[in-house]
């Protein structure tokens, strides 16, 4: 220790720690500011700049970075940036941090700061946080609002504890019934509860902030009682008279996953101690990872920094190979796996063989799309990296000749280490031509029937969220671990509203109908319903499938009239839970909500 004060003797080190924590605190007071906004969004019922704002915010941390790397580059010369300056930055920038609310997220930031200005062979422990070093575990809010707030309906009654619970949010719209709504979730509650009597510390615990996103708003909250503790959420809409009500309560653990699941679009929840929430919502789902947790909360940066540390650490703690995914290999990407690991990593090809055409930044902003839009649960979430180190020996030969075939410029093979320059991340899931093979070879009609209305299901949400698949094969479509059919592969994707929806033309003779070419002219956009079922349900049980539970799909009819609901700005509602369980399916009881791409 007697050397720390020598040690910490540059004030060079110390003005750059403090700029990159000035930039980060730019960074989340504006982030805080935008989920500030979409509460006022919500409350208005002015949809089309929530969406804006939704998708502004994605785009927020990349501009900070650039900001702050930019005003570093200005103010000093490389050549006064030595070594010993890195090691002292980060050194002062620790200390600043001790009594930080976000500790976590600024030390992601200021490996974005550094990574945009070194080189990458200093990608190491003496310049960046490879592994965190300020502990998150009991920090608390300074502002005043409590991280999550609690009711003891054992002495005021749960009735009355949950209204309270409603009206502490303190929304700027009046309810059409509250107490009626109210009524609907004690009954579900209580059933939660059973026969079992009310312990000492019977509780309800709700986060204080409100979970926005579309055109609804969520209560997320626990009730315990004794040693049990029961996760719910309540989903917030608006009815058409712009009136609020509790539309349902979510009480299944596997809903309330899917809720939070990475096919959906983030969350905008203003938190002042973002992993105190983290750690609220681990309780209710201790499946679902950190990285997972943070990313749909908004945090996307610090959830590509947490999936890392996760990785990096199952690496320590396995021995099997990468190698080439399962399933049939597409024209422009190459997917490959680690067997123990639950995610694939997928590279671009430097070429594309026909019938592809596209581009390598093509291919990127389709993925971009992917990102800012409403993914309507059907599209899987990507973490993008650049310049990912894996260990050569994990390699299998097959694998890395692969990569070194088709994608050489991505690919670097450097001492004990394979360079990757870019890649994408996804969930690993079943490819649902694998799905639907093993039901058939197993004889398992249910299983094959449940594969082949997903997959109908999935298109036809995408077609609610103005999104057209394009290749629509099986193999670019995933199971999930709940049995959900996800589409994955966008280097095709589409708007509905800038695709031509076709019929096919009558033949004019035989030599038309005998002839392997269109006899009619075909453009760019041009989509023809009718030839799916070319190329989709040669299977007849999969044909039989599809007929009873998607045959509209095969119809020009069916797509041209969702493109002009579209395009009047009314889009079909895709709730992120079973339409079953809502109160209005119930009792009819509850007025309908405003169209709505997901309404809740």
Known sequence: MQHFPKLLSSQIAFDIARVILDGFDKHYRLFRASSQ????????????????????????????????VQALEDEYDEDELTDAVWREVKLHYIGMLTEHRQPELAETFF??????????????????????????????PRDGTPVYRVYYPAKDGLRSSLRR???????????????????????????????????????????????????????????????????????????????????????????ITLLFSFTRAYFQVDMEVPSAYVKFLRTMLPAKPRSEIY????????????????????????????????????????????????????????????????????????????????????????LEYSNVAFPRSRFSDELLAELKQVAPSLVEEDGDQ??????????????????????????????????????????????AANIFPGDMLYKNFGVTRQGRVVFYDYDEIEYITDCHFRDIPAPRNEEDEMASEPWYPVAKNDVFPEQFGVFLLGNPAVRRFFMKHHADLLTADYWRQKQARIREGLVDDVFPYPPEIRFINRDGSAAPALPAAEAA
């Open 418 to 463: 394979i360079i990757v320059r870019h890649l994408y991340i996804e969930r690993r899931m079943t490819p649902l031509n694998i799905w639907l093979s093993e039901a058939e070879a197993a004889g398992d009609e249910a299983k094959l029937e449940h594969g082949v209305r997903e997959y109908g299901n999935a298109i036809k949400d995408l077609v």
């Open 37 to 68: 906004a979409a509460r006022r969004h919500f409350e208005r019922m002015t949809w089309k700049e929530a969406q804006a704002e939704a998708r502004e915010r994605i785009a927020f941390y990349d501009r900070r970075v650039q900001e702050c």
């Open 295 to 382: 990313t749909v909360l908004g945090l996307h940066k610090q959830g590509k920094a947490a999936f890392y540390r996760d990785f990096l650490h199952h690496l320590e703690h396995s021995s099997d190979s990468f190698a080439i995914a399962p399933g049939i290999r597409g024209l422009v990407m190459v997917v490959f796996a680690l067997p123990s690991f639950p995610y694939v990593f997928k590279v671009i090809k430097d070429h594309f063989p026909a019938p592809k055409e596209t581009t390598r930044e093509l291919v990127k902003e389709k993925y971009l799309l992917v990102k800012y839009h409403d993914r309507v649960g059907r599209m899987a979430d990507t």
């Open 165 to 255: 619970m409603v009206t502490n949010f303190q929304f700027g719209a009046d309810f059409a019934d509250l107490d009626h709504d109210i009524g609907q979730v004690e009954t579900r509650l209580r059933a939660l509860l059973g026969s079992q009597p009310p312990e000492a510390n019977h509780q309800i615990q709700v986060l204080s902030s409100p979970f926005f996103r579309n055109k609804g708003a969520y209560l997320v909250g626990k009730l315990v009682n004794g040693n049990q503790s029961f996760g719910f959420v309540i989903p917030v809409l608006h009815n058409r008279r712009g009136q609020l009500y509790l539309d349902t309560v979510l009480t299944d653990s596997g809903l």
């Open 111 to 140: 490996n974005s700061v550094c990574c945009n200005i070194l080189h990458r062979t200093y990608f190491n422990n003496d310049f960046i946080f490879v592994w965190p070093t300020i502990s998150t575990e009991y920090i608390e």
